[in-house]
């Protein structure tokens, strides 16, 4: 798994890098993606879907910092245990995609009290 889970969520950020930091759970698919849209900065090609999601998330050449983390303090789409877990395995699958074919670095990280509930909802 490509997560990360720390318990001082603002402690793993440097000066350099691109943050997108979510305090809030976001609970509908909507909402998530209109977040991640407007903090990620994704390009007026992006429609609202997971596929375009991870289109973005493989691409984001617009970003120009080496390394982009993603923090959650909360679980979103709690709601929604398919979509929790679509979201959840293309979080993993870009992070594992940007080890091995590109330059940047991307980290996924959620709170230790996390990591149980993740796993769950992957494993389902």
């Not at 509908?28 to 909402?31: D, F, M, Q, R, T």
């Not at 970003?63 to 709601?79: A, E, G, M, W």
């Given at each position: 798994m490509s997560f990360s889970y720390i318990s001082n969520l603002e402690s793993i950020a440097q000066q350099d890098d691109f943050i997108i930091y979510f305090p809030e759970s976001l609970n509908?698919?909507?909402?998530l993606l209109n977040e991640f849209s407007k903090k990620a900065l994704f390009p007026d090609y992006f429609s609202m879907n997971w596929d375009s999601f991870e289109e973005c998330l493989r691409d984001l050449s617009?970003?120009?910092?080496?390394?982009?983390?993603?923090?959650?303090?909360?679980?979103?789409?709690?709601?929604?245990?398919?979509?929790?877990?679509?979201?959840?395995?293309?979080?993993?699958?870009?992070?594992t995609y940007w080890k091995l074919y590109e330059p940047h670095e991307l980290l996924i990280i959620f709170p230790t009290s996390l990591k149980e509930s993740i796993e769950t909802a992957l494993n389902k």
């Open positions: 509908s698919k909507e909402s617009w970003i120009k910092q080496k390394r982009l983390i993603i923090i959650h303090k909360h679980l979103p789409l709690l709601n929604s245990k398919k979509n929790l877990k679509i979201y959840l395995e293309i979080l993993n699958d870009a992070s």
